[in-house]
């Protein structure tokens, strides 16, 4: 395994890392409430172990959910927070006048170093989570400034004295600290604000200043500085090694509780901020790239962006609202309340109102035409059913871009037109043929419109005929015929005993037997031609 990069904190073991988080566990259990009261007992201390008796005094003193606790209870609570490492266990001579007395002021208990941490912590979430916090940008030039002369002293001849160097350096750090801090405080508020996207008219309003005035002075002033920091620090660089050393060997502080023998326990040491090498390099690290994954600068620049696009987001969403698609978190908000208010039953029939959620049906699926979908299979195992890409990735049918212009079919009424022309001038020219060959088909050789014409007279004619019965064997024909009152066309089929009427055309031969076709003109009819007309 490689060792540890200068700087980094030693690795622990699963079991050393278990009991640091275990030491968060009262902030999630049931009596969390009781938990956090006690903490801030022993937080309001220094070095001080408290009995069952005080602890309960100051409940009672300071009131809220511990006030109630008892003597039992309350040492129930204690024991359990000096298990998960928040309090320690204190030594102390006691007087007492009973057992029980004895037993609960002997068990005396004071607040461990991660303890205290974490309930500082929490106290500071539950205080001001939800507030915007202001970004300590004045700081930043007071960096600037700092570094810039820290720079300067540093390459004099001599060098700059340890203390001033000290005092430089520690005053250096915690204005950086503090306004790095407050950048990542206020940013996660605006993340927390850009989450939303139900702001009504004032709350965007107020977003809108946020972010073009506050936002954008924070980041041109950042821009501003940032090379100037950075230019301050690579003057420093060279020299920074040696100053460390200095001192170091001016004020080690606890670092001098190092080891010198193998008799004594390591004692583990944080050192202050700017005593260590890494520390410079995370400060490096913030104004400029170093290690190519890009500086808290540039993260800066692009949060600023994704916050502006989605102020565009929500104008948008506004613009909307304002053309009638209106948002409906009130409605929904007022929804919720009917809902946590209602009984099981109304609640369904609210559902049921509100969003038409009936019970389960099968609904069939129409099988293709290879594959038949019996009526109880399952949807799980069934075809599947194709979902339009639109509502697939939109949610909506609707057809984007802009509505196509009609189209113009004046080109094929045209051509409809002239074709329609064309059929009642080839039927009119088959018509005329058709009066000529009357009485003499079995001379004259018909066109294939005109055989197509008389065949389909003949078989009107014979549809419409009605049969009679004869003496002789057969039966005979009695108004057998047909017209076509917009040709000027009657034919009419009389049934001869021995006739044979044979019509020759270009598709072929058709002999009828026992039938002779009379075609006759249409009195009320005219030889004009007839005007088509196509919509």
Request: contains cysteine; negative net charge; aromatic residues 6%.
């Amino acid at each position: 395994m490689e060792p540890p990069a200068p700087g980094t904190p030693p690795e622990t073991g699963d079991d050393e890392t278990r009991r640091r988080l275990d030491a968060y566990a009262y902030l999630s259990a049931p009596e969390r409430l009781e938990h956090i009261a006690i903490m801030r007992v022993f937080c309001g201390t220094l070095l001080a172990d408290l009995a069952v008796q005080d602890v309960l005094a100051k409940l009672r003193e300071s009131g809220g959910p511990g006030m109630k606790l008892d003597a039992d209870t309350l040492t129930a609570r204690l024991e359990q927070l000096e298990r998960w490492g928040n309090l320690l266990r204190g030594s102390h001579t006691v007087k007492a006048s009973s057992i029980t007395e004895y037993q609960r002021s002997r068990a005396r208990y004071q607040l461990s170093r991660l303890g205290e941490r974490i309930q500082r912590d929490a106290d500071g979430v539950l205080a001001e989570a939800d507030a915007a916090r202001e970004v300590s940008n004045e700081l930043l030039a007071l960096v600037e400034r700092g570094l810039r002369e820290l720079a300067e002293l540093a390459s004099e001849p001599g060098g700059i004295a340890p203390q001033d160097g000290l005092e430089r350096i520690s005053t250096l750090f915690v204005q950086f600290a503090e306004f790095a801090d407050s950048v990542r405080d206020f940013y996660a508020y605006l993340g927390q604000v850009l989450a939303r996207y139900d702001l009504d008219s004032s709350e965007y309003q107020g977003f809108k200043e946020l972010l073009l005035d506050y936002v954008e002075a924070i980041t041109e002033d950042v821009a501003f500085r940032a090379p100037r920091i950075s230019a301050a620090l690579d003057t420093l660089w060279p020299h920074l090694p040696a100053l460390l050393d200095r001192l170091d060997a001016h004020a080690q502080g606890l670092s001098g509780l190092s080891p010198q023998s193998e008799g004594r326990s390591e004692i583990r040491v944080q050192r202050s901020r700017g005593r260590e090498l890494a520390d410079w390099e995370g400060l490096r690290g913030w104004f400029s790239d170093t290690d190519g994954q890009g500086s808290q600068v540039d993260q800066l620049r692009d949060a600023t962006l994704r916050a502006l696009q989605s102020l565009l987001a929500n104008a948008k969403r506004m613009l909307r609202s304002a053309t009638g698609e209106m948002s409906r978190r009130r409605d929904l908000l007022r929804l919720a309340r009917w809902f946590d208010e209602a009984a099981p039953q109304d609640a369904h029939d609210v559902a049921v109102a509100a969003f038409g959620l009936y019970g389960a049906r099968h609904l069939g699926i129409p099988p293709a035409t290879d594959e038949v979908v019996p009526a109880y299979t399952s949807w799980w195992t069934g075809p599947v059913v194709e979902v339009p890409v639109a509502l697939r990735e939109r949610g909506s049918r609707a057809q984007r871009g802009r509505t196509a212009t009609v189209e113009d079919h004046s080109a094929q009424k045209h051509r409809l037109r002239e074709a329609a022309r064309e059929r009642a001038a080839a039927r009119k020219a088959a018509t005329d043929e058709l009066r000529s060959a009357s009485g003499r088909f079995n001379d004259v050789r018909l066109t294939s419109a005109a055989l197509s014409l008389l065949l389909e007279l003949l078989a009107t004619a014979l549809g419409n005929a009605q049969l009679r019965r004869r003496e002789v064997p057969g039966f005979g024909l009695d108004a057998a015929w047909s017209e076509d009152a917009d040709l000027g066309i009657r034919l009419t089929v009389h049934r001869t005993a021995g006739a044979r009427t044979l019509l020759h055309s270009a598709d072929g031969d058709l002999l009828l037997d026992d039938l002779e076709l009379v075609i006759d003109r249409i009195s009320a009819a005219t030889d004009s031609e007839a005007e088509v007309s196509v919509s």
